[in-house]
């Protein structure tokens, strides 16, 4: 489907974070969501940040090489926890994270054909006043099928997981300063600042 190869890396990996390219599926169905996320395990200390990082940071990004036809969608982000260094407040991902992104396949794939798709992740990883950009070829090739398995388990888990995380509108309160009138959104656990996008 791509005039060229591309080597299956599914991860990236040195002393500060594990990145990996997962499918919650084993094959892709013509005309169907294809549900991928960038899953970041990150060493004791590191933080990689949210799409408002906060006083300082910037969030994971990521740019697609996708086959004809197929669109990727936005990172959905999973609620963050607040990060203290000093007078400097952001907000991050410790630990584990895993950030769900819907891509869609045309409906004029034909079964029995592969389908790379191919991620240029990008990152800040953090720890106190110390941080490092990372980046990463990730690619998954995936058959076409007319049924679209699940993934193992433990990939299964983690995107459940995620969207267990992801906050819900009704979970959200927006508010007016009676002095200045700005918008305060109020999320579980944070809170954030008008300007949060």
């Given at each position: 489907?791509?005039?060229?190869?591309?080597?299956?890396?599914?991860?990236?990996?040195?002393?500060?974070?594990?990145?990996?390219?997962?499918?919650?599926?084993?094959?892709?169905?013509?005309?169907?969501?294809?549900?991928?996320?960038?899953?970041?395990?990150?060493?004791?200390?590191?933080?990689?940040?949210?799409?408002?990082?906060?006083?300082?940071?910037?969030?994971?990004?990521?740019?697609?090489?996708?086959?004809k036809g197929f669109?990727?969608?936005?990172?959905?982000?999973?609620?963050?926890?607040?990060?203290?260094?000093?007078?400097?407040?952001?907000?991050?991902?410790?630990?584990?994270?895993?950030?769900?992104?819907?891509?869609?396949?045309?409906?004029?794939?034909?079964?029995?054909?592969?389908?790379?798709?191919r991620a240029k992740?990008?990152?800040?990883?953090?720890?106190?006043?110390?941080?490092?950009?990372?980046?990463?070829?990730?690619?998954?090739?995936?058959?076409?099928?007319?049924?679209?398995?699940?993934?193992?388990?433990?990939?299964?888990?983690?995107?459940?997981?995620?969207?267990?995380r992801l906050p819900?509108?009704?979970?959200?309160?927006?508010?007016?300063?009676?002095?200045?009138?700005?918008?305060?959104?109020?999320?579980?656990?944070?809170?954030?600042?008008?300007?949060?996008?």
């Amino acid at each position: 489907i791509l005039p060229f190869e591309i080597p299956a890396v599914l991860q990236f990996r040195d002393e500060r974070a594990t990145v990996r390219l997962l499918a919650e599926q084993t094959a892709i169905r013509p005309g169907s969501s294809l549900a991928l996320a960038l899953d970041f395990e990150l060493a004791e200390h590191w933080h990689v940040y949210w799409r408002n990082p906060g006083d300082s940071g910037e969030p994971p990004s990521v740019r697609w090489t996708l086959p004809k036809g197929f669109v990727a969608g936005e990172i959905e982000w999973p609620i963050p926890e607040k990060v203290q260094t000093g007078p400097i407040l952001n907000y991050a991902y410790s630990r584990h994270v895993t950030f769900p992104i819907t891509v869609e396949a045309p409906a004029t794939l034909a079964a029995g054909e592969r389908a790379p798709l191919r991620a240029k992740a990008r990152w800040l990883v953090c720890r106190a006043e110390e941080c490092i950009p990372g980046e990463a070829d990730l690619a998954i090739e995936l058959p076409i099928a007319n049924e679209a398995p699940p993934s193992d388990a433990r990939t299964t888990a983690l995107f459940a997981a995620a969207r267990a995380r992801l906050p819900r509108v009704e979970d959200a309160i927006i508010e007016r300063d009676p002095n200045t009138g700005d918008p305060t959104l109020t999320l579980p656990s944070i809170r954030v600042e008008d300007g949060a996008r």
